[in-house]
């Protein structure tokens, strides 16, 4: 696993650059949209049952605020609306960048 070495916002994007020398942009509002929170895609009990997760698709005009490392694994951003629950795994940030 690859862990974040720079993280800066660059106008409307979030820029990492990883252990690896690799770099990562993230525009604001796909990485909002992104986010793999219960509120945002939802979550499932153990009988298969789906809450929440039916908020917006779309979030125009939202800026990423600030950050902060989460353990060794995570960076958990602060959006402009409020949005700050979603713990957006480095693997996850990889492969989100890379589709």
Do not use: C
Request: no cysteine; glycine share 14%; charged share 20%.
């Amino acid at each position: 696993m690859h862990a974040p070495t720079n993280i800066q916002l660059i106008g409307q994007e979030v820029g990492i650059v990883w252990d690896d020398g690799a770099e990562s942009y993230f525009d604001f509002e796909k990485l909002r949209a992104a986010s793999p929170s219960a509120a945002n895609i939802g979550e499932t009990d153990i009988l298969g049952n789906k809450y929440g997760g039916d908020g917006p698709k779309k979030f125009p005009g939202v800026q990423v605020v600030g950050w902060a490392i989460v353990g060794n694994y995570a960076v958990r951003f602060d959006f402009s609306d409020g949005h700050n629950s979603g713990l957006y795994s480095y693997d996850y940030l990889r492969k989100l960048a890379a589709s």
